[in-house]
T-cell receptor
Framework: GAGVSQSPSNKVTEKGKDVELRCDPISGHTALYWYRQSLGQGLEFLIYFQGNSAPDKSGLPSDRFSAERTGGSVSTLTIQRTQQEDSAVYLC??????????????FGPGTRLTVT | RKEVEQDPGPFNVPEGATVAFNCTYSNSASQSFFWYRQDCRKEPKLLMSVYSSGNEDGRFTAQLNRASQYISLLIRDSKLSDSATYLCVVILSGAGSYQLTFGKGTKLSVIP
């Protein structure tokens, strides 16, 4: 079946512009996660959606970052007034649920964001 | 103490060798544990869940030591294709709270 898809695969933007990154999770997966990974660094958890519950935004680095998930499926991560330090690969993952092995996450290929 | 710690390596091992990595976690209430592998400039891919009783999948064995708060990954008969960065994930969830932490990874290079 289809895996997690993300678009665009690459995005180059100028400092100060807003960007939107899209994630299509695996069909039937109720949980969706956003991470970012800077070059040579580990994964930084950003935000997590589970079903219709309010998202856990505890990992968002600043109020310039926001995310929404419409209809319990597709999610959009928005970064306003981008800064050079926002340059990273933004990864989306989804999982069937949120207990035990249901936490097994499947990742999309990521969006490589470069802020010039 | 960091929430989740891994030795960054690199571990350079010859083909056919056995290699083991550990991942320590600080919160004793953590409940779910996983190993992922990540190839250079690729997304992480699930390798295996870690069960309380330990589990094996082919050449890979994962174990959980709750008393000492670490999980381990053992790779037997290493192949060149095992070269990657291995990430552990530790999850803690409860009423109204959720915490998911990836380790920074251990790099493995299997040498011919």
């Amino acid at each position: 079946g289809a895996g997690v898809s993300q678009s665009p695969s690459n995005k180059v933007t100028e400092k100060g512009k807003d960007v939107e990154l899209r994630c299509d999770p695996i069909s039937g997966h109720t949980a969706l996660y956003w991470y970012r990974q800077s070059l040579g660094q580990g994964l930084e958890f950003l935000i997590y959606f589970q079903g219709n519950s309010a998202p856990d935004k505890s990992g968002l680095p600043s109020d310039r970052f926001s995310a929404e998930r419409t209809g319990g499926s597709v999610s959009t991560l928005t970064i306003q007034r981008t800064q050079q330090e926002d340059s990273a690969v933004y990864l989306c993952a989804s999982s069937l649920g949120v207990s035990g092995t249901l936490y097994e996450q499947y990742f999309g290929p990521g969006t490589r964001l470069t802020v010039t | 103490r960091k929430e989740v710690e891994q030795d960054p390596g690199p571990f350079n091992v010859p083909e056919g060798a056995t290699v083991a990595f550990n991942c320590t976690y600080s919160n004793s209430a953590s409940q779910s544990f996983f190993w992922y592998r990540q190839d250079c400039r690729k997304e992480p891919k699930l390798l295996m869940s870690v069960y309380s009783s330990g589990n094996e999948d082919g050449r890979f064995t994962a174990q959980l030591n709750r008393a000492s708060q670490y999980i381990s990954l053992l790779i037997r008969d290493s192949k060149l294709s095992d070269s990657a960065t291995y990430l552990c994930v530790v999850i803690l969830s409860g009423a109204g709270s959720y915490q998911l932490t990836f380790g920074k990874g251990t790099k493995l290079s299997v040498i011919p």
